[in-house]
């Protein structure tokens, strides 16, 4: 999965910094998530699998519902400040957006937390990828989610997806890679037998690593 400059430009003045990706000095451990441009992070090296079962359970913070006047869909926040990714189409022509986001306190259930300050930094249109922001005041820091490679993907492999179908908030859906090339006006996609209903746009396809490998 490619969320780089090919799928959206951000302003330059808006990269904090990019990692070169060396191995500190003195020799000490290199830690597990590799920060890429402090936008989103990627596995330094690739996650034992788990069951679906474990890995929802973990993500659910990550995994979040962006809601507009006219209508709603999902989304995944990529780092600890708030910038999340979602659908172009879900966010297109609107000025209001939220963001609701379940936080997982050290006990009991989890907490829904609407968020109304979201700022849309950039877009891809052609992509139908959108990047936001939450700058409400005194937001706590976010739980993020890792990217992966739908390149290292197979047909026949398990993914699952987690999201707001028909409004339905935190539905988890399993299935398997059906193909990673199924080609629909011009551009290839994802082809996956997890159930995707609207609603669900703009969230994260996760592989069994828990990774997000593609944008449903």
Same mark, same amino acid.
């Given at each position: 999965?490619?969320?780089?400059?090919?799928?959206?430009? @951000?302003?330059?003045?808006?990269?904090?910094?990019?990692?070169?990706?060396? %191995?500190?000095?003195?020799?000490?451990?290199?830690?597990?998530?590799?920060?890429?441009?402090?936008? =989103?992070?990627?596995?330094?090296?690739?996650?034992?699998?788990?069951?679906?079962?474990?890995?929802?359970?973990?993500?659910?913070?990550?995994?979040?519902?962006?809601?507009?006047?006219?209508?709603?869909?999902?989304?995944?926040?990529?780092?600890?400040?708030?910038?999340?990714?979602?659908?172009?189409?879900?966010?297109?022509?609107?000025?209001?957006?939220?963001?609701?986001? =379940?936080?997982?306190?050290?006990?009991?259930?989890?907490?829904?937390?609407? =968020?109304?300050?979201?700022?849309?930094?950039?877009?891809?249109?052609?992509?139908?990828?959108?990047?936001? $922001?939450?700058?409400?005041?005194?937001?706590?820091?976010?739980?993020?989610?890792?990217?992966?490679?739908?390149?290292?993907?197979?047909?026949?492999?398990?993914?699952?997806?987690?999201?707001?179908?028909?409004?339905?908030?935190?539905?988890?859906?399993?299935? @398997?890679?059906?193909?990673?090339?199924?080609?629909?006006?011009?551009?290839? =996609?994802?082809?996956?037998?997890?159930?995707?209903?609207?609603?669900?746009?703009?969230?994260?396809?996760?592989?069994? $690593?828990? %990774?997000?490998?593609?944008?449903?």
């Amino acid at each position: 999965m490619d969320l780089g400059f090919t799928a959206l430009t @951000i302003p330059r003045g808006q990269i904090l910094r990019i990692s070169g990706g060396t %191995e500190p000095k003195g020799g000490a451990a290199a830690p597990a998530a590799e920060s890429v441009s402090q936008v =989103y992070f990627v596995s330094k090296s690739p996650p034992p699998e788990r069951s679906v079962r474990e890995l929802s359970r973990e993500l659910g913070e990550s995994v979040v519902q962006v809601r507009t006047p006219g209508g709603l869909g999902s989304g995944f926040i990529l780092n600890e400040q708030g910038d999340l990714i979602t659908n172009f189409h879900v966010i297109e022509g609107e000025t209001q957006i939220s963001v609701e986001v =379940y936080h997982h306190p050290a006990q009991g259930q989890l907490e829904r937390k609407p =968020y109304k300050r979201v700022r849309i930094v950039a877009i891809n249109k052609f992509q139908d990828l959108a990047l936001l $922001r939450i700058e409400d005041e005194g937001a706590p820091r976010f739980r993020k989610v890792l990217l992966g490679s739908a390149d290292l993907l197979a047909p026949g492999e398990r993914v699952f997806a987690i999201g707001s179908p028909l409004g339905l908030e935190r539905t988890v859906t399993e299935g @398997i890679l059906s193909t990673k090339s199924r080609e629909v006006q011009g551009e290839l =996609y994802l082809q996956t037998t997890a159930q995707i209903n609207p609603g669900n746009s703009g969230g994260p396809l996760f592989n069994l $690593r828990g %990774e997000v490998v593609g944008v449903t």
